[in-house]
């Protein structure tokens, strides 16, 4: 008997016993490569209405990647060098944008019906995405260390303490809202992007509203 | 028609006709288009950065109301000194009905006015400073009677106070220890010792600027400012910043309500009006949020896409053939 030749289990028939293999097959199952990375579309995916949800990611991306380098430069960097200047006012620049097509993209699939055929998660996700997004932007706005920074902060922290959220999220502390800013809240943004983009993928785009198809 | 969990893309598209489709080359162009229109914007319009103001600078321009800020809060007259929760039990806080949250989660973040921007600032920089140590030592053995007498007095005087060489000059009167305590206070404004003072707290790194925006916050300097550059709440408040930006516009809805009855109302309706419109506001935009991400569950809302037609000229390939063999 060879002891160093390596033994082939046969395949049993049911559920595998191995979690790696269980979860490789879901995953494959669910979403195979050519779903993930489609190179065929139905015919009535032409309009400009699909290209919002795509500059949309664009936009989060230029976020990204200017926010990365502010926030590894410093909060001194944007206020004293040009170059932290402009890298400021490309973040600055990529959030509006990214509102812009965020909110076409969301108005977009309201007047599709996006939700139906199983994709209510998807629209809900989306909305979350769309919440924690305007948390996002309202703490780089507290994280400026400007004149509007200050102003801001003065103006809400009455709306904050008024609802109860002032005891815990303080909009006077810098140091707490520029690590939820750069941390924990773009985290959360990216995070539910990447599930909002892989259950597009698995359901596909929807298909339009027919005469008999009720918005569900 | 509804898509089960099981069915794959395969049996839900049978029957489409498929077109080739570059997943990747679109997301590329995308990303180069929309890098270049963001570099272009930040290249013209560069991007708001005002200086932020200091308590020295307010000091310096206008030490009348800065005095008269600090006057004040050791009166306890000031917004902070009666704000309530989460800084102190002076005010009620916002309520409604049985819905109080700031006062559920008590002082968390506590801030004595009297002490917090006068008394242990001018303990800390009073160290060496005979005059102002009597100030203190007489202030603090002063009964509240007396205390109140004083500043009363002297928040009238400043009614028609002068500005020289920086220094705030009231008519002669009784004042007590005030006018000295004052004077050290403004001085050390002036200095910018207080923006110090009131960050530090007695550590040596610090982030959290509280109790330097609230103190600033009382007085009506940054509020002028504000005021200047179209930025106050009767203009949509915090949604706008300065020059000529867009400002925060995703936070419309939520601005607008403070515009409109019965968040603008002294009277208001079922116990909601300006006084506790905060609340109010935090409550419904929360109703809404929640409204729109179940709209696939709520009726009307979610047939509204079906009734308007604006997805016929999304799909308006899918829907003309049909137009044309009918």
Request: proline content about 6%.
């Amino acid at each position: 008997m060879d002891a160093d030749k390596p033994v082939m289990v046969p395949p049993v028939a049911g559920k595998p016993a191995s979690w790696t293999l269980r979860v490789r097959q879901a995953i494959t199952r669910g979403l195979p490569m050519d779903h993930f990375l489609p190179d065929r579309q139905p015919y009535y995916v032409g309009s400009w209405v699909y290209v919002f949800g795509v500059v949309t990611l664009a936009a989060l991306a230029w976020v990204i990647v200017s926010g990365v380098a502010l926030s590894f430069m410093g909060p001194q960097w944007w206020h004293d060098s040009s170059v932290g200047r402009f890298f400021n006012s490309l973040h600055f620049w990529s959030v509006q944008l990214f509102f812009i097509f965020m909110v076409l993209h969301l108005w977009g699939q309201y007047f599709m019906a996006g939700w139906r055929h199983g994709r209510a998660a998807t629209w809900m996700i989306g909305v979350v995405i769309f919440g924690i997004s305007i948390l996002t932007a309202f703490t780089g706005y507290l994280s400026q260390q400007n004149f509007d920074a200050q102003f801001i902060a003065l103006n809400a922290k009455d709306a904050m303490n008024g609802s109860g959220v002032g005891a815990f999220f303080n909009v006077l502390n810098f140091g707490q809202m520029y690590g939820l800013h750069v941390m924990l809240l773009p985290i959360g943004v990216t995070f539910l992007v990447v599930v909002h983009v892989v259950m597009i993928r698995m359901r596909g785009v929807v298909k339009p509203i027919d005469t008999e198809g009720v918005a569900r | 028609m509804k898509q089960s969990i099981a069915e794959t893309q395969e049996e839900y598209y049978r029957g489409v006709r498929m077109v080739p489709y570059d997943l990747l080359k679109e997301l590329v162009v995308a990303l180069v288009g929309v890098g270049v229109l963001t570099a272009g914007l930040a290249a013209i319009f560069s991007s708001p950065d005002v200086p932020p103001v200091t308590i020295a600078a307010w000091a310096q321009n206008d030490p009348v109301d800065f005095v008269t800020t600090a006057t004040g809060e050791l009166a306890g007259t000031t917004t902070s000194a009666g704000y309530g929760n989460p800084y102190n039990t002076n005010g009620p806080g916002q309520k409604w009905g049985p819905i109080a949250p700031q006062a559920w989660f008590g002082t968390r973040i506590p801030i004595d006015s009297a002490s917090t921007f006068v008394i242990q600032p001018l303990q800390r920089a009073g160290v060496g400073n005979a005059d102002l140590s009597a100030a203190l030592t007489a202030w603090q053995a002063a009964k509240a009677d007396q205390q109140t007498t004083w500043l009363d007095t002297y928040t009238k005087a400043l009614a028609t106070a002068t500005v020289k060489d920086g220094k705030v000059s009231v008519d002669a009167g009784d004042y007590g220890p005030v006018p000295v305590m004052m004077s050290s206070l403004l001085g050390v404004a002036q200095s910018g010792g207080l923006d110090g003072l009131l960050v530090i707290e007695g550590r040596f790194y610090q982030t959290d600027y509280t109790q330097a925006l609230v103190f600033m916050g009382d007085g009506g300097y940054l509020a002028g400012l504000a005021q200047q550059a179209n930025l106050t709440g009767s203009q949509w408040g915090m949604m706008n910043e300065t020059g000529s930006y867009p400002g925060q516009t995703w936070l419309w809805l939520y601005t607008m309500w403070y515009q409109v009855f019965p968040f603008n109302s002294t009277d208001g309706i079922l116990g909601l009006n300006a006084g506790n419109a905060d609340l109010g506001i935090i409550l419904l935009m929360t109703v809404l949020t929640i409204a729109l991400a179940l709209v696939p569950l709520i009726p009307i809302l979610r047939d509204i896409p079906r009734w308007v037609p604006i997805h016929r000229l999304i799909w308006r390939g899918y829907y003309a053939p049909k137009r044309a063999g009918a």
